[in-house]
């Protein structure tokens, strides 16, 4: 399977442990991004990934596209223009502090590229799965009309399209809302990634009593959320998602459900104490998801791979989940005693 992702992977710059950003004078630096994060995954998990983006013509971009090709990502479908990288800075969480994200990402390569910047239908000509999310086009009004521009190509060639929402409701500054343009990208998707809060202020679309917001996610709520979004969009066949609980930033509890028109599935619920790093585990059940849809005979297998990849994604620094193919089967299919493998 062929997969090709597009967003922006920007320098994220971390304070160290659960330090407060600038507590002491260092910041660790590494590069992340929901789409390229994705893309690392799937690669690690022996899928052929592509990334687009448009990146600037620096040596910030050059040691970004270094990593993605190390990584085994195809990143000959990159733009370079004059411009800047996007940043973050990130503070983690600990007890019962939660943790914080800053953007720096105004007016960056991406943000000021104009939406026909990527030859689309030359990148996806060898695709099998077009993959997005509801980030792209919260950055600016060009971000936005590119990422259309990508679905509805991709629609066109029969080429898949898969759409985590994604919501990064502080991003959205340019005079669009979500449920401005989200409706617009779900009518060319198969593949629909979401959680009640993400669906309600992107579709319209609420249950009785409004989003559930706090403690563990009642899955039946997301099978008649699933039902509602498929109603107002047929060509919708799957709808997916994490149902976390948050106890408090060191420890979680996850599972995930997925619909599809014949079946409604859930996935074993993990208690996940001394997170070390829990940004990046949505991409990695993104990842996780495809992969197993690809690979596995039934939709339940795809499912428990597919938070198995999040759980495990806990367990390693920075953006990308570096866990293997072997060590996620291990956790979704077996044990997951934590011992050392000799």
Known sequence: MRVVTFGETMLRLKSPGSERLFQSPFLEATFGGSESNVAVSLSLLGEDAAFVTVFPDNALADSAIAQLRGYGVDTGGIVRVPGRMGLYF??????????????????????????????WPQVLKRADLLHLTGITPSVSANAADATLTAA???????????????????????????????????????????????????????????????????????????????????????????????????RNNLSAALWTRDEFLTARRYEIADIVDRIGAGDAFDAGLLYGLSRFDTHAEALEFAAAAAVLKHSVPGDINLCTAGEIRRLAFGSGDGRIKR
């Open 90 to 119: 990130v503070e983690a969480g600990a007890c019962q502090r939660s943790g914080s994200v800053i953007y720096d990402r105004a007016a960056s390569a991406l943000a000021e590229a104009p939406p026909d910047a990527i030859d």
């Open 152 to 250: 509805r190509c991709a629609k066109e060639m029969g080429v898949q399209v898969s759409l985590d929402f994604n919501l990064r409701t502080n991003l959205w500054k340019y005079g669009k809302l979500p449920i401005d343009v989200m409706p617009r990208l779900l009518e060319s998707a198969d593949i629909c990634i979401a959680n009640e809060e993400q669906a309600a202020a992107a579709l319209g679309l609420e249950l009785d009593g409004g989003a559930q917001t706090e403690g563990a996610p009642d899955p039946d709520r997301f099978r008649r959320l699933a039902e509602k979004i498929v109603s107002r969009f047929p060509n919708v066949r799957l709808c997916a998602t994490t149902l976390r609980e948050s106890v408090s930033a060191d």
